[in-house]
């Protein structure tokens, strides 16, 4: 178990992730956008977050950016949520410092799945 950051400023698809990573037996925060969910990691680091990254105010990849260049939360692994799927996207999303991203819709055994393998690269960076 895992505590996640859900920064999403679409209610529904917040809930939805919510309600999906307590299915997979996570304990899960939730921000609306991306202020709030950067002063929220900053004040109480999680072990993940998933990030949208198209937001009003400061957008995901900006808030990534900050948060891995803090010595504080630069540990924090981020999964992206985008509805970009154009050509460089991805390249532009990982180069933003997230560890991986998922493509809107996504289907609940595609975000369990990506947040699993996250968190498994995670345990195997801490234990060494």
């Not at 950051?5 to 698809?13: A, F, K, Y």
């Not at 002063?39 to 009003?56: G, K, N, S, T, Y």
């Not at 891995?68 to 540990?75: P, Y």
């Not at 809107?104 to 345990?123: G, T, W």
């Amino acid at each position: 178990m895992a505590r996640v950051l859900v920064i999403e400023d679409n209610p529904q698809n917040l809930k939805l992730a919510q309600l999906l990573l307590q299915r997979a037996g996570h304990v899960v925060l939730t921000a609306p956008d991306g202020e709030a969910g950067l002063d929220r990691a900053r004040a109480d680091p999680p072990d993940l977050i998933l990030m949208d990254v198209q937001m009003p105010g400061i957008d995901g990849l900006s808030v990534t950016r900050l948060l891995k260049s803090e010595a504080a939360t630069a540990g924090i692994k981020v999964v992206a949520l985008t509805a970009l799927a154009m050509k460089g996207d991805a390249e532009r999303i990982l180069a933003a410092g997230c560890d991986a991203y998922l493509a809107k819709p996504f289907q609940y055994n595609e975000l369990v799945a990506v947040v699993d393998q996250v968190l498994a690269a995670r345990a195997a960076t801490i234990r060494g």
